[in-house]
């Protein structure tokens, strides 16, 4: 086996011990959810100094509530098969209510936005980041093996045993090695010895509330939060429409989100608040588009498609835009003229493409704030990326026809090429 094999192979199993010994959230001794005690306990480290790592995290690499948060999420609290985040999708059982677990789910969009924004230290946070997480492999791989976590076993699994009495009064224990179920007598003792109920015993009254499928108690948190939201919502509807500029659709619907997030974790104490679930996914994927996509933005023009091969520099509009659609503009059909050419094409949501001839003078300007751009060679994709500018000279080098372009396209594909 290679050096490289060995290594590898070795991240894997320190990978894959890691996770199934992670430390434990606490119950007792924590100051929010237990992920800093859990973690010094866990390692043999005073938990002041992994308080102290998460503050200066946040501060310096903007990332210490994102990892927080993946803490409070991914590590089982004691006594817990499985931690909240893996119980949601029915990995195992966790204390952790499932309200409680999504809302902290829908943090994580705005913890991860602000830990690789860029806003600290120019993007170091990212830096920063990756070395937090080469510490903690490093301290696994040396103190891995102190307080190991003791697996808690699922009830799933256990193997069914009761007692019963023989003749003599004593109890016999039905998984001893004795009691045979299939020998001569199969009940392993007399059957006058079994100490049965009478026949007019009723079973306690707290069986009937564990039993499975039982309705769940109803709680008031639930009904006076979505009570809650429908106001705020009226309320901000209300003075939107009297012309109070604050209030837009994505402010509207981040105040609203935000009462049902302290309803469910208000509710998730009391064992309720699944309905108001129903309400809050729709809710927040409205506002992750209405923030992602700044429609107040977007070009005018309507939807639909422009196609336009004009044959004269006359014929050659300022601007061709689109709010929605695709935008194709072929200058190859152009007569040779020494009039320079300069044009602009802006797409909101959809494709930009413009074809020019091969041995034409381009100096152009390319950018897409959510999309892919290639233009003339020069290429860039992904979220927030810089506008792409340069002039190329095509095969025959300088000397044909002048053509200026601004392509933008704020959600879709941008595209500059040759006949």
């Keep these: 086996m290679t050096r490289a094999a060995g290594v590898r192979d070795s991240v894997e199993e320190t990978t894959r011990d890691f996770w199934s010994s ?28 992994v308080r102290v790592a998460f503050v200066v995290a946040t501060i310096v690499g903007g990332f210490g509530v994102l990892l927080y948060l993946l803490g409070w999420l991914f590590l089982p609290q004691d006594g817990d098969e499985t931690s909240g985040a893996e119980a949601l999708f029915g990995k195992g059982r966790s204390s952790m209510p499932a309200g409680l677990t999504i809302v902290l789910g829908l943090l994580l969009f705005p913890a991860t936005g602000a830990a690789f924004g860029g806003g600290w230290l120019h993007g170091g946070g990212v830096v920063l980041l ?22 808690v076993t699922t009830t799933s699994g256990a193997s069914a045993s009761f007692s019963v009495r023989d003749t003599d009064g004593a109890d016999v224990d039905s998984s001893t090695p004795g009691w045979d179920p299939l020998g001569a007598d199969p009940l392993g ?10 026949p007019d015993a009723a079973p306690p009254a707290s069986h009937a509330s564990t039993a499975p499928g039982a309705p769940r108690p109803r709680s008031p948190i639930s009904g006076l939060t979505a009570g809650l939201a429908l106001v705020t919502a009226s309320a901000g509807l209300t003075l939107s ?3 109070v500029e604050w209030f ?10 935000g009462v049902l997030g302290l309803g469910m974790v208000a509710a998730a104490f009391a064992g309720a608040g699944r309905g108001l679930v129903l309400l809050a ?3 927040a994927a409205a506002g992750i588009a209405l923030t992602a996509i700044p429609f107040d933005r977007l070009p005018s023009g309507g939807m639909g498609e422009v196609d336009a091969a004009p044959e004269t520099p006359a014929e050659v509009e300022d601007v061709y835009q689109r709010t929605m659609g695709s935008v194709r503009l072929d200058l190859t059909e152009l007569a040779t003229a020494d009039t320079p050419i300069e044009t602009d094409v802006r ?3 959809g494709e930009a493409v413009v074809t020019v001839p091969a041995d034409a003078d381009v100096t152009f300007s390319c950018h897409s704030a959510m999309g892919s751009v290639d233009c003339l060679d020069e290429g860039d994709e992904g979220m927030g990326t810089t506008p792409v500018s340069g002039t190329d000279y095509g095969d025959d080098g300088e000397g044909g026809q002048q053509i200026t372009l601004d392509v933008s396209s704020r959600m879709g594909s941008v595209v500059i090429e040759r006949d």
Excluded at 25 to 49: F, M
Excluded at 189 to 198: I, K, S, V
């Design 281 to 283: 996914i729709p809710l």
């Design 248 to 257: 837009t659709a994505a402010h509207i619907i981040g105040l609203t989100l």
């Design 130 to 151: 990756a070395l937090a997480v080469a510490g903690l492999y490093t301290l696994h791989r040396r103190r891995g093996g102190t307080n190991r976590p003791t697996p």
């Design 189 to 198: 003792a007399d059957p006058l010895g079994w100490d049965l109920p009478e």
């Design 22 to 49: 992670r430390p434990r959230r606490p119950r007792h001794g924590r100051k929010i959810a237990g992920v800093a005690a859990g973690i010094g306990h866990r390692y043999g480290i005073d938990p002041v100094l």
């Design 241 to 243: 429409l009297f012309g």
């Design 347 to 349: 797409v909101g949501m």
